[in-house]
C-alpha cells in the first residue's frame, strides 16, 4: 500500500509539481515546469493551425490547470470533463467544444470520459498522463478516432526521462507487444496458418496427467 502511494505521488509530481502542494500556490510561474511548457508548446503548434485537441490526464488539478493556462496564454475555448461533471452534463460540453469554429481544448479524464464519447471535432489527441494499462490509453485515443473523422488523427504522449514516466511507457510498450504476439489468425487469410504454425512451434511443450 504505502509503496502504491508513493508511485502516485511520483506520477502525481511527473505531471506537475503543485499537484503534490496540498494547496495551489499564491505565485510561481506553472510553466516553469518543463513538461507543463511542452505542453503549452504543443499547443501553440495546434491551434496556430486552427485544430482542436483533447487532452488526457488523470489528476482533477492538472486539468485545472491546462484549462486555466490554455484559457490564460492563448484566449480560446478550454473545457474539462471528469468525475466532477455530471454524466447528462458530458455531451453538453462536447457540444459546445464542436460548435467552436477554430481552435478549442477539451481535458479530459481517461476513466470518466475515455470510453463512450464521440468527439470527431479534434484531430489531435494528447496523453498528459500516462496511464498503466494500453487499453485505457487506446480507448482514449478512439475517442477522436471515431465514424465522421474527417482529417488525420494524431497522437501525442508526454512522459518525462528517467522517471516513474518512463517505466510506465516501457510497461505498456511491452504489454502492446504481448498481446500482438498472441493474437494470430484473426482474419482466416493463408500467411496466418503459419504464423499461428510458428506460435504453436514456440509455445512450451504441455504433458498430458
Known amino acids: ?7 502516485t505521488r511520483l506520477r502525481m509530481f ?24 511542452r505542453l ?3 499547443l501553440e503548434e495546434i491551434f496556430d493551425n486552427g485544430e482542436k485537441v483533447l487532452v488526457f490526464t488523470s489528476y482533477n488539478r492538472m486539468s485545472d490547470l491546462i484549462v486555466e493556462e490554455t484559457c490564460k496564454c492563448f484566449g480560446i475555448f478550454a473545457e474539462s470533463i471528469d468525475g ?9 460540453a462536447i457540444d459546445r467544444f464542436s460548435a467552436v469554429n477554430g481552435p478549442a481544448l477539451l481535458s479530459l479524464n481517461p476513466r470518466a470520459a475515455g470510453t463512450g464519447l464521440n468527439i470527431t471535432a479534434a484531430n489531435h489527441v494528447i496523453h498528459y498522463t500516462l496511464e498503466w494499462n494500453p487499453a485505457v490509453e487506446d480507448q482514449a485515443s478512439a475517442r477522436a478516432y471515431r465514424r465522421g473523422q474527417e482529417k488525420p488523427v494524431t ?8 522517471t516513474v514516466e518512463e517505466a510506465i511507457d516501457q510497461r505498456l510498450e ?13 482474419s482466416g487469410k493463408d500467411e496466418e496458418i503459419d504464423d499461428i504454425v510458428r506460435a504453436l512451434q514456440m509455445s512450451p ?4 496427467p
Open 14 to 37: 511527473c505531471s506537475h509539481p503543485w499537484l503534490i502542494a496540498e494547496k495551489t500556490p499564491d505565485s510561481g510561474d506553472p510553466k516553469s515546469y518543463g513538461k507543463f511548457r
Open 40 to 42: 503549452l508548446e504543443l
Open 155 to 162: 497522437v501525442h504522449r508526454l512522459y518525462v526521462a528517467d
Open 205 to 208: 511443450a504441455r504433458t498430458t
Open 174 to 186: 511491452r504489454k502492446r507487444e504481448l498481446a500482438e504476439a498472441a493474437v494470430v489468425g484473426v
Open 1 to 7: 500500500a504505502a509503496s502504491l502511494v508513493s508511485l
Open 84 to 92: 466532477r461533471t455530471p454524466v447528462p452534463d458530458r455531451q453538453d
